[in-house]
């Protein structure tokens, strides 16, 4: 069994700012991609960033340059820093991740959500 919990959602103004984590545990032999995704109220959820084993990341245009991915390979975790946070962001929020079990079948995983509310 895999499992990944997130944690660090909350309520925040406008232009402020979260750091949400993610950690992975259970029966793993490796993590390839970890990644956020997110759903909004009445949207259809969609992917945020993601950061390869190597450190390679990526971001939706929406996020790109307020928020920051990065992983511990070590701890098997996943971090978002946002800032500058915007009404839109508002969302709940899911972790994601490529795991390869011993004997080298992969699962993705998701995390169960974290709520992420920006409002004055």
């Known amino acids: 069994q895999v499992q990944l919990v997130e944690s660090g959602g909350g309520l925040v103004q406008p232009g402020g700012s979260l750091r949400l984590s993610c950690a992975a545990s259970?029966?793993?032999?490796?993590?390839?991609?970890m990644g956020w995704y997110r759903q909004g109220p009445g949207k259809e959820r969609e992917w945020v960033a993601n950061?390869?084993?190597?450190?390679?990341?990526r971001y939706a245009d929406s996020v790109n340059g307020r928020f920051t991915i990065s992983r511990d390979n070590a701890k098997n975790t996943v971090a978002l820093q946002m800032n500058s946070l915007k009404p839109e962001d508002t969302a709940v929020y899911y972790c994601?991740?490529?795991?390869?079990?011993?004997?080298?079948?992969?699962?993705?995983?998701w995390g169960q959500g974290t709520q992420v509310t920006v409002s004055s």
């Open positions: 950061i390869a084993g190597g450190g390679t990341t």
């Open positions: 994601n991740a490529v795991i390869f079990r011993p004997g080298g079948i992969p699962l993705t995983s």
């Open positions: 259970g029966s793993i032999f490796s993590i390839d991609v």
